[in-house]
Every structure is written in C-alpha cells, then in structure tokens.
C-alpha cells in the first residue's frame, strides 16, 4: 500500500490522525495533513481506508 | 399522497414526532425511504431542495459546484434572523474557497488534534471542578445550567483569551442569535453587541499580547479588528452551545437507554466510541446545512438547478440503513466514525477535535463520579430545544 495525501485539498480537522495515528500527523504551524509512513505495514492497512474514507477534503488517496 | 399532505410533509423546520424526541422529523425519514432528494418549503414560504441519505449528503457537500456563500440569491435560510444578517460581518463558515481556506487555515493549528489532545488534564479539571461544586452538599441540579454549559465556556473562554467573568452576557446574546423565534431586530442587535464586545477585547490585545487565540490573530496583523471579532464570534458561538446541548443531550439519551448506559460504565474503554456514535444518533444541527448550487448538479438522480438552495438534512444521513444498520437504536459499540453529524467537504467542523474531547472527558467523568445519575423529572417534561437551531435540551434536572 502507498498513501498520499493533498496538503492543498486537506482542510485540517484531523479526522486521519484519529483513526490513524502512526500513518497521520498535523503539521505544527498550521495543522495540516502530513504522512508519517507512506508504506504502512499490513496490520494499518483498515485503518488507513477508513481515513481515506472519511476525509471530508477527499485528500487521502491510497494505492 | 395527497397534494396537500405533501406540501404540509415537508414544510422546514419539519416538527419530531411527540413522544420521540430523539428521532429526526417523521416527514423527512420517510422522504429519506421513499424521494430522497425532494423539494420543500421553508418557514418563509421560499423552497429547497433537501438532500437525506448519507451518500448524497457527502457528495453535495463534497463538492464545490455547492457553495456556502449565503450572499448568493435564493440561498436557503432556517430563520428570519440568519437571513437579516446577510453580508455583515460574514464568517469563513459561509464563504467559499479560496476565502474560506485561507481564513480557516489561520485556526487549524489551534483545533489540531495534538493539540486538543494536550488540553485533556485542564478540561478534565475543569470538569471535577465543576461536579465538585455541583454535588457540593446537594443531590440534585440542573446539569446544563452547572456542567454542560459551563464546561465549554469556559475552555472556549481560555482557547480565544475572553473573560470568564463575561459568560452570562455572551451566552444570552448566543441564544438569541440561535433562536428560531428571534425577530430580525433582536438578531441585529445582539449581533452588534456580541461584535462590540469582541472588537474592544481585540483592541485591548494589541498592548496586553497574551496566549490566547484573538491575541495571536492580532498580533499576526494579517486581519483588521472587526474581522478579528467576527472569527472570535464564530468561535465563542460555536464553540460553547453546540458541545453544551450534546452534552446534556447525550445524558438524557443514555439515562434513555440503561442498557447503553451500563455497557458504557463497566467498560470505560467504549467512551471514545460511544460519544462518536452519541453525535451520530442525536445529530444536534437538526435542520440541516444550507447550501446553494453554483451549476446544474445531479445528486441522487435529481438535477438541481444552479441557483437552487440545498439542505443536508445531516441528521437523517445518520440514520441512513445503508450506512448505519439498525441506526434508529443507540448502540454504545457500533462503530459510528462516518456519520456526519460534523457536516462533511472542507467546511467540516473546525472544532471537532475539541468537541469530543470535551465530551468524551463529560460523559466518562459524569458517568464515574455520580453512579446514581438519574432524571428528576418526568421524561415528558423535559424541555426539548424545538426552538432552536441547535438541538438539545433548555434545561436537564437531574438527581444522584
Ligand atoms: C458537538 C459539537 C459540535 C457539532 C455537532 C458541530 C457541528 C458543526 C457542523 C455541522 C459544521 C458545518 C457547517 C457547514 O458545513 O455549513 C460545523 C462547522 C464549524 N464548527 Fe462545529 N460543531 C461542534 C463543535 C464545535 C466547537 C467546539 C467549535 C469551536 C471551538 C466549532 C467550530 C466550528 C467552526 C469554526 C465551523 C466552521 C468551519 C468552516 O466553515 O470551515 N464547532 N460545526
Ligand atoms: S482527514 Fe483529510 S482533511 Fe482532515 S486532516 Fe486528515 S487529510 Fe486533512
């Protein structure tokens, strides 16, 4: 699995970080998105789809 | 269904059936089950579309051919007050990209989850704090005047750097500005008086530079004052009546469901999940989030025209069965992360992290510190905020 996340699109209210938190950060200046492990391992892998799909920015994409 | 039933099923703001005050209105359910994207009247005889089931509650406010701006004609407004406020001292919640982006990202860092996060020992001191005032030598009060209400207040009061001491004052210009029963005149004037208030603290600021969030937007000089106080005014509004009234509404809904309420205490591991699915049940913005079409949109086989006014009607989202099996129940151990009851697009709320701090630290200190916590009232008499934008209750007498 590959994970990206748009820092234009994301609209800082951290839902990733909840359901995610190895994978997902906030940056400090400004609270936005920042990807902590763009490969994560097999055992993350629900979590990072339930980030992705709640979103409210569409910015989480995995591949 | 007749014509008149019809026009009279889906008049906004759509009355709850008496007896389930906790259910979303019978006409907009059923619209849910049956034309889930449907035509209705507005109190003011203007009509929208509203938009029910979750997957095209997302989609509209997923996309930005929706817009918030409520300036544009035929915008779709839930009282006579929020439509006399029109173009005054607009707030980034009712404008769109790239405005509304560039005046959220000014505040994401404050509502970032670290952050709030870091905030637990302080809420949860002012929680026993207030529960210790409470019980002090009593065995009953009114859990939203004494905890729900103050518990927010005062961590919003902190976040932006206003007075406690002013709480009486900003709270009623609040609720007069969320009643649907306010005139125009009253919505004006405590509107002014709210933004008064707030362009004097900022100013003051500007010699006394201190932590708190109105302090920063002034020292940052990228915004002048009355901009400043619209944002603090935003903040303050919501950020103490919505957290208050699911709260207390919260309390009421376990005390509803003993069955709830005992899983939640032998386990207190299930609060995280339980206030999620809380906010999913009891939907507190019960009337929906407006919006209006920019072009011509098909949303779940309708097209609505550019110009169109759009509610989300978010609380009937959450009861979507497609989504939420047997989503009229609470169920403390669903796993409730995708309601919308947040709203959901880029407008999605700013203080959620915030908002579930502060209720996940209500209900488990509530829950713990008063194991006897039971209504004092008859259920019926509870008085329910019909007339509010916010949903909730006035008032919550409770024993223990
Ligand atoms: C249980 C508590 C809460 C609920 C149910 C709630 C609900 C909502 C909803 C549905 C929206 C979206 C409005 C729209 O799309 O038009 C929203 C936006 C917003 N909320 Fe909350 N809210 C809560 C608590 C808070 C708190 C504690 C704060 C702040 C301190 C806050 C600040 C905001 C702000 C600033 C916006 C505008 C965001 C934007 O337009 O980008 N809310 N809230
Ligand atoms: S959930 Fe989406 S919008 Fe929210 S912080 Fe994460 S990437 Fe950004």
Redesign the pocket.
């Given at each position: 699995m590959r994970v990206h996340a748009d820092q234009e699109k994301c609209?800082g209210a951290g839902s990733c970080v909840l359901s995610a938190p190895d994978v997902f950060d906030q940056r400090e200046e400004d609270g936005i998105v920042i990807v902590l492990d763009a490969q994560p391992p097999a055992e993350l892998h629900e979590a990072v789809r339930e980030a992705a799909a709640i979103c409210p920015a569409a910015a989480i994409s995995v591949s | 269904m007749t014509t008149a039933e019809s026009l009279d099923a889906l008049t906004v703001p759509a009355a709850r059936a008496s007896g389930c005050p906790f259910d979303p209105a019978p006409s907009v359910e059923r619209a849910r089950q049956t034309d889930p994207v449907i035509r209705a009247t507005l109190w003011d005889g203007s009509s929208c579309w509203l938009v029910t089931r979750h997957q095209d509650v997302r989609e509209v406010?997923g996309d930005p051919r929706f817009s918030?701006d409520a300036t544009r004609p035929g915008f779709p407004f839930l009282t006579q007050g929020l439509r006399e406020l029109v173009g005054r001292n607009p707030t980034?919640?009712r404008m769109d990209d790239p405005d509304?982006a560039r005046l959220?990202r000014m505040l994401t860092a404050d509502f970032m989850v670290k952050k709030v996060e870091a905030m637990r020992p302080e809420v949860q001191r002012m929680a026993d704090d207030l529960l210790d005032r409470m019980t002090d030598g009593r065995t009953s009060a009114d859990l939203v005047s004494e905890f729900a209400l103050p518990l927010?207040s005062l961590v919003?009061c902190l976040l932006l750097g206003v007075p406690y001491e002013d709480h009486a004052f900003f709270q009623d210009r609040s609720r007069v500005l969320l009643s649907l029963r306010s005139t125009g005149d009253e919505v004006r004037t405590s509107m002014d008086e709210l933004l008064e208030y707030l362009t004097r603290l900022a100013e003051s600021k500007q010699g006394a530079p201190d932590d708190g969030i109105v302090s920063r937007l002034v020292a940052r000089g990228e915004l002048d004052f009355t901009e400043i106080a619209a944002m603090g005014r935003?903040?303050l509004i919501?950020?103490h009546e919505?957290?208050a009234n699911?709260t207390a509404l919260s309390v009421l809904a376990l005390l509803r469901n003993p069955d709830q309420l005992a899983r939640l205490r032998d386990d207190s591991s299930l609060v995280k999940g339980a206030v999620e699915e809380l906010?999913r049940y009891l939907t507190?913005?019960h009337n929906g989030?407006p919006r209006i079409a920019t072009e011509d949109v098909t949303v779940g086989g309708r097209t609505i025209r550019a110009g169109e006014g759009v509610l989300c009607t978010?609380n009937t989202a959450n009861r979507d069965e497609d989504v939420f099996p047997g989503g009229d129940s609470l169920d403390v151990g669903r796993d409730a992360r995708r309601h919308v009851?947040?709203?959901f697009g880029?407008?999605?709320?700013?203080?959620?992290p915030?908002?579930r701090v502060e209720?996940q630290i209500a209900v488990e200190t509530l829950l713990r510190r008063l194991p006897g916590l039971r209504l004092d009232i008859p259920f019926e008499d509870v008085p329910f905020r019909h007339d509010m934008g916010i949903y909730g209750v006035h008032a919550l007498p409770v024993a223990w």
């Open positions: 609209c | 406010l918030a980034f919640i509304h959220r927010p919003i935003l903040l919501a950020g919505t957290t699911m906010l507190i913005i989030v978010v009851a947040f709203g880029v407008h999605q709320c700013l203080g959620q915030l908002a209720l």
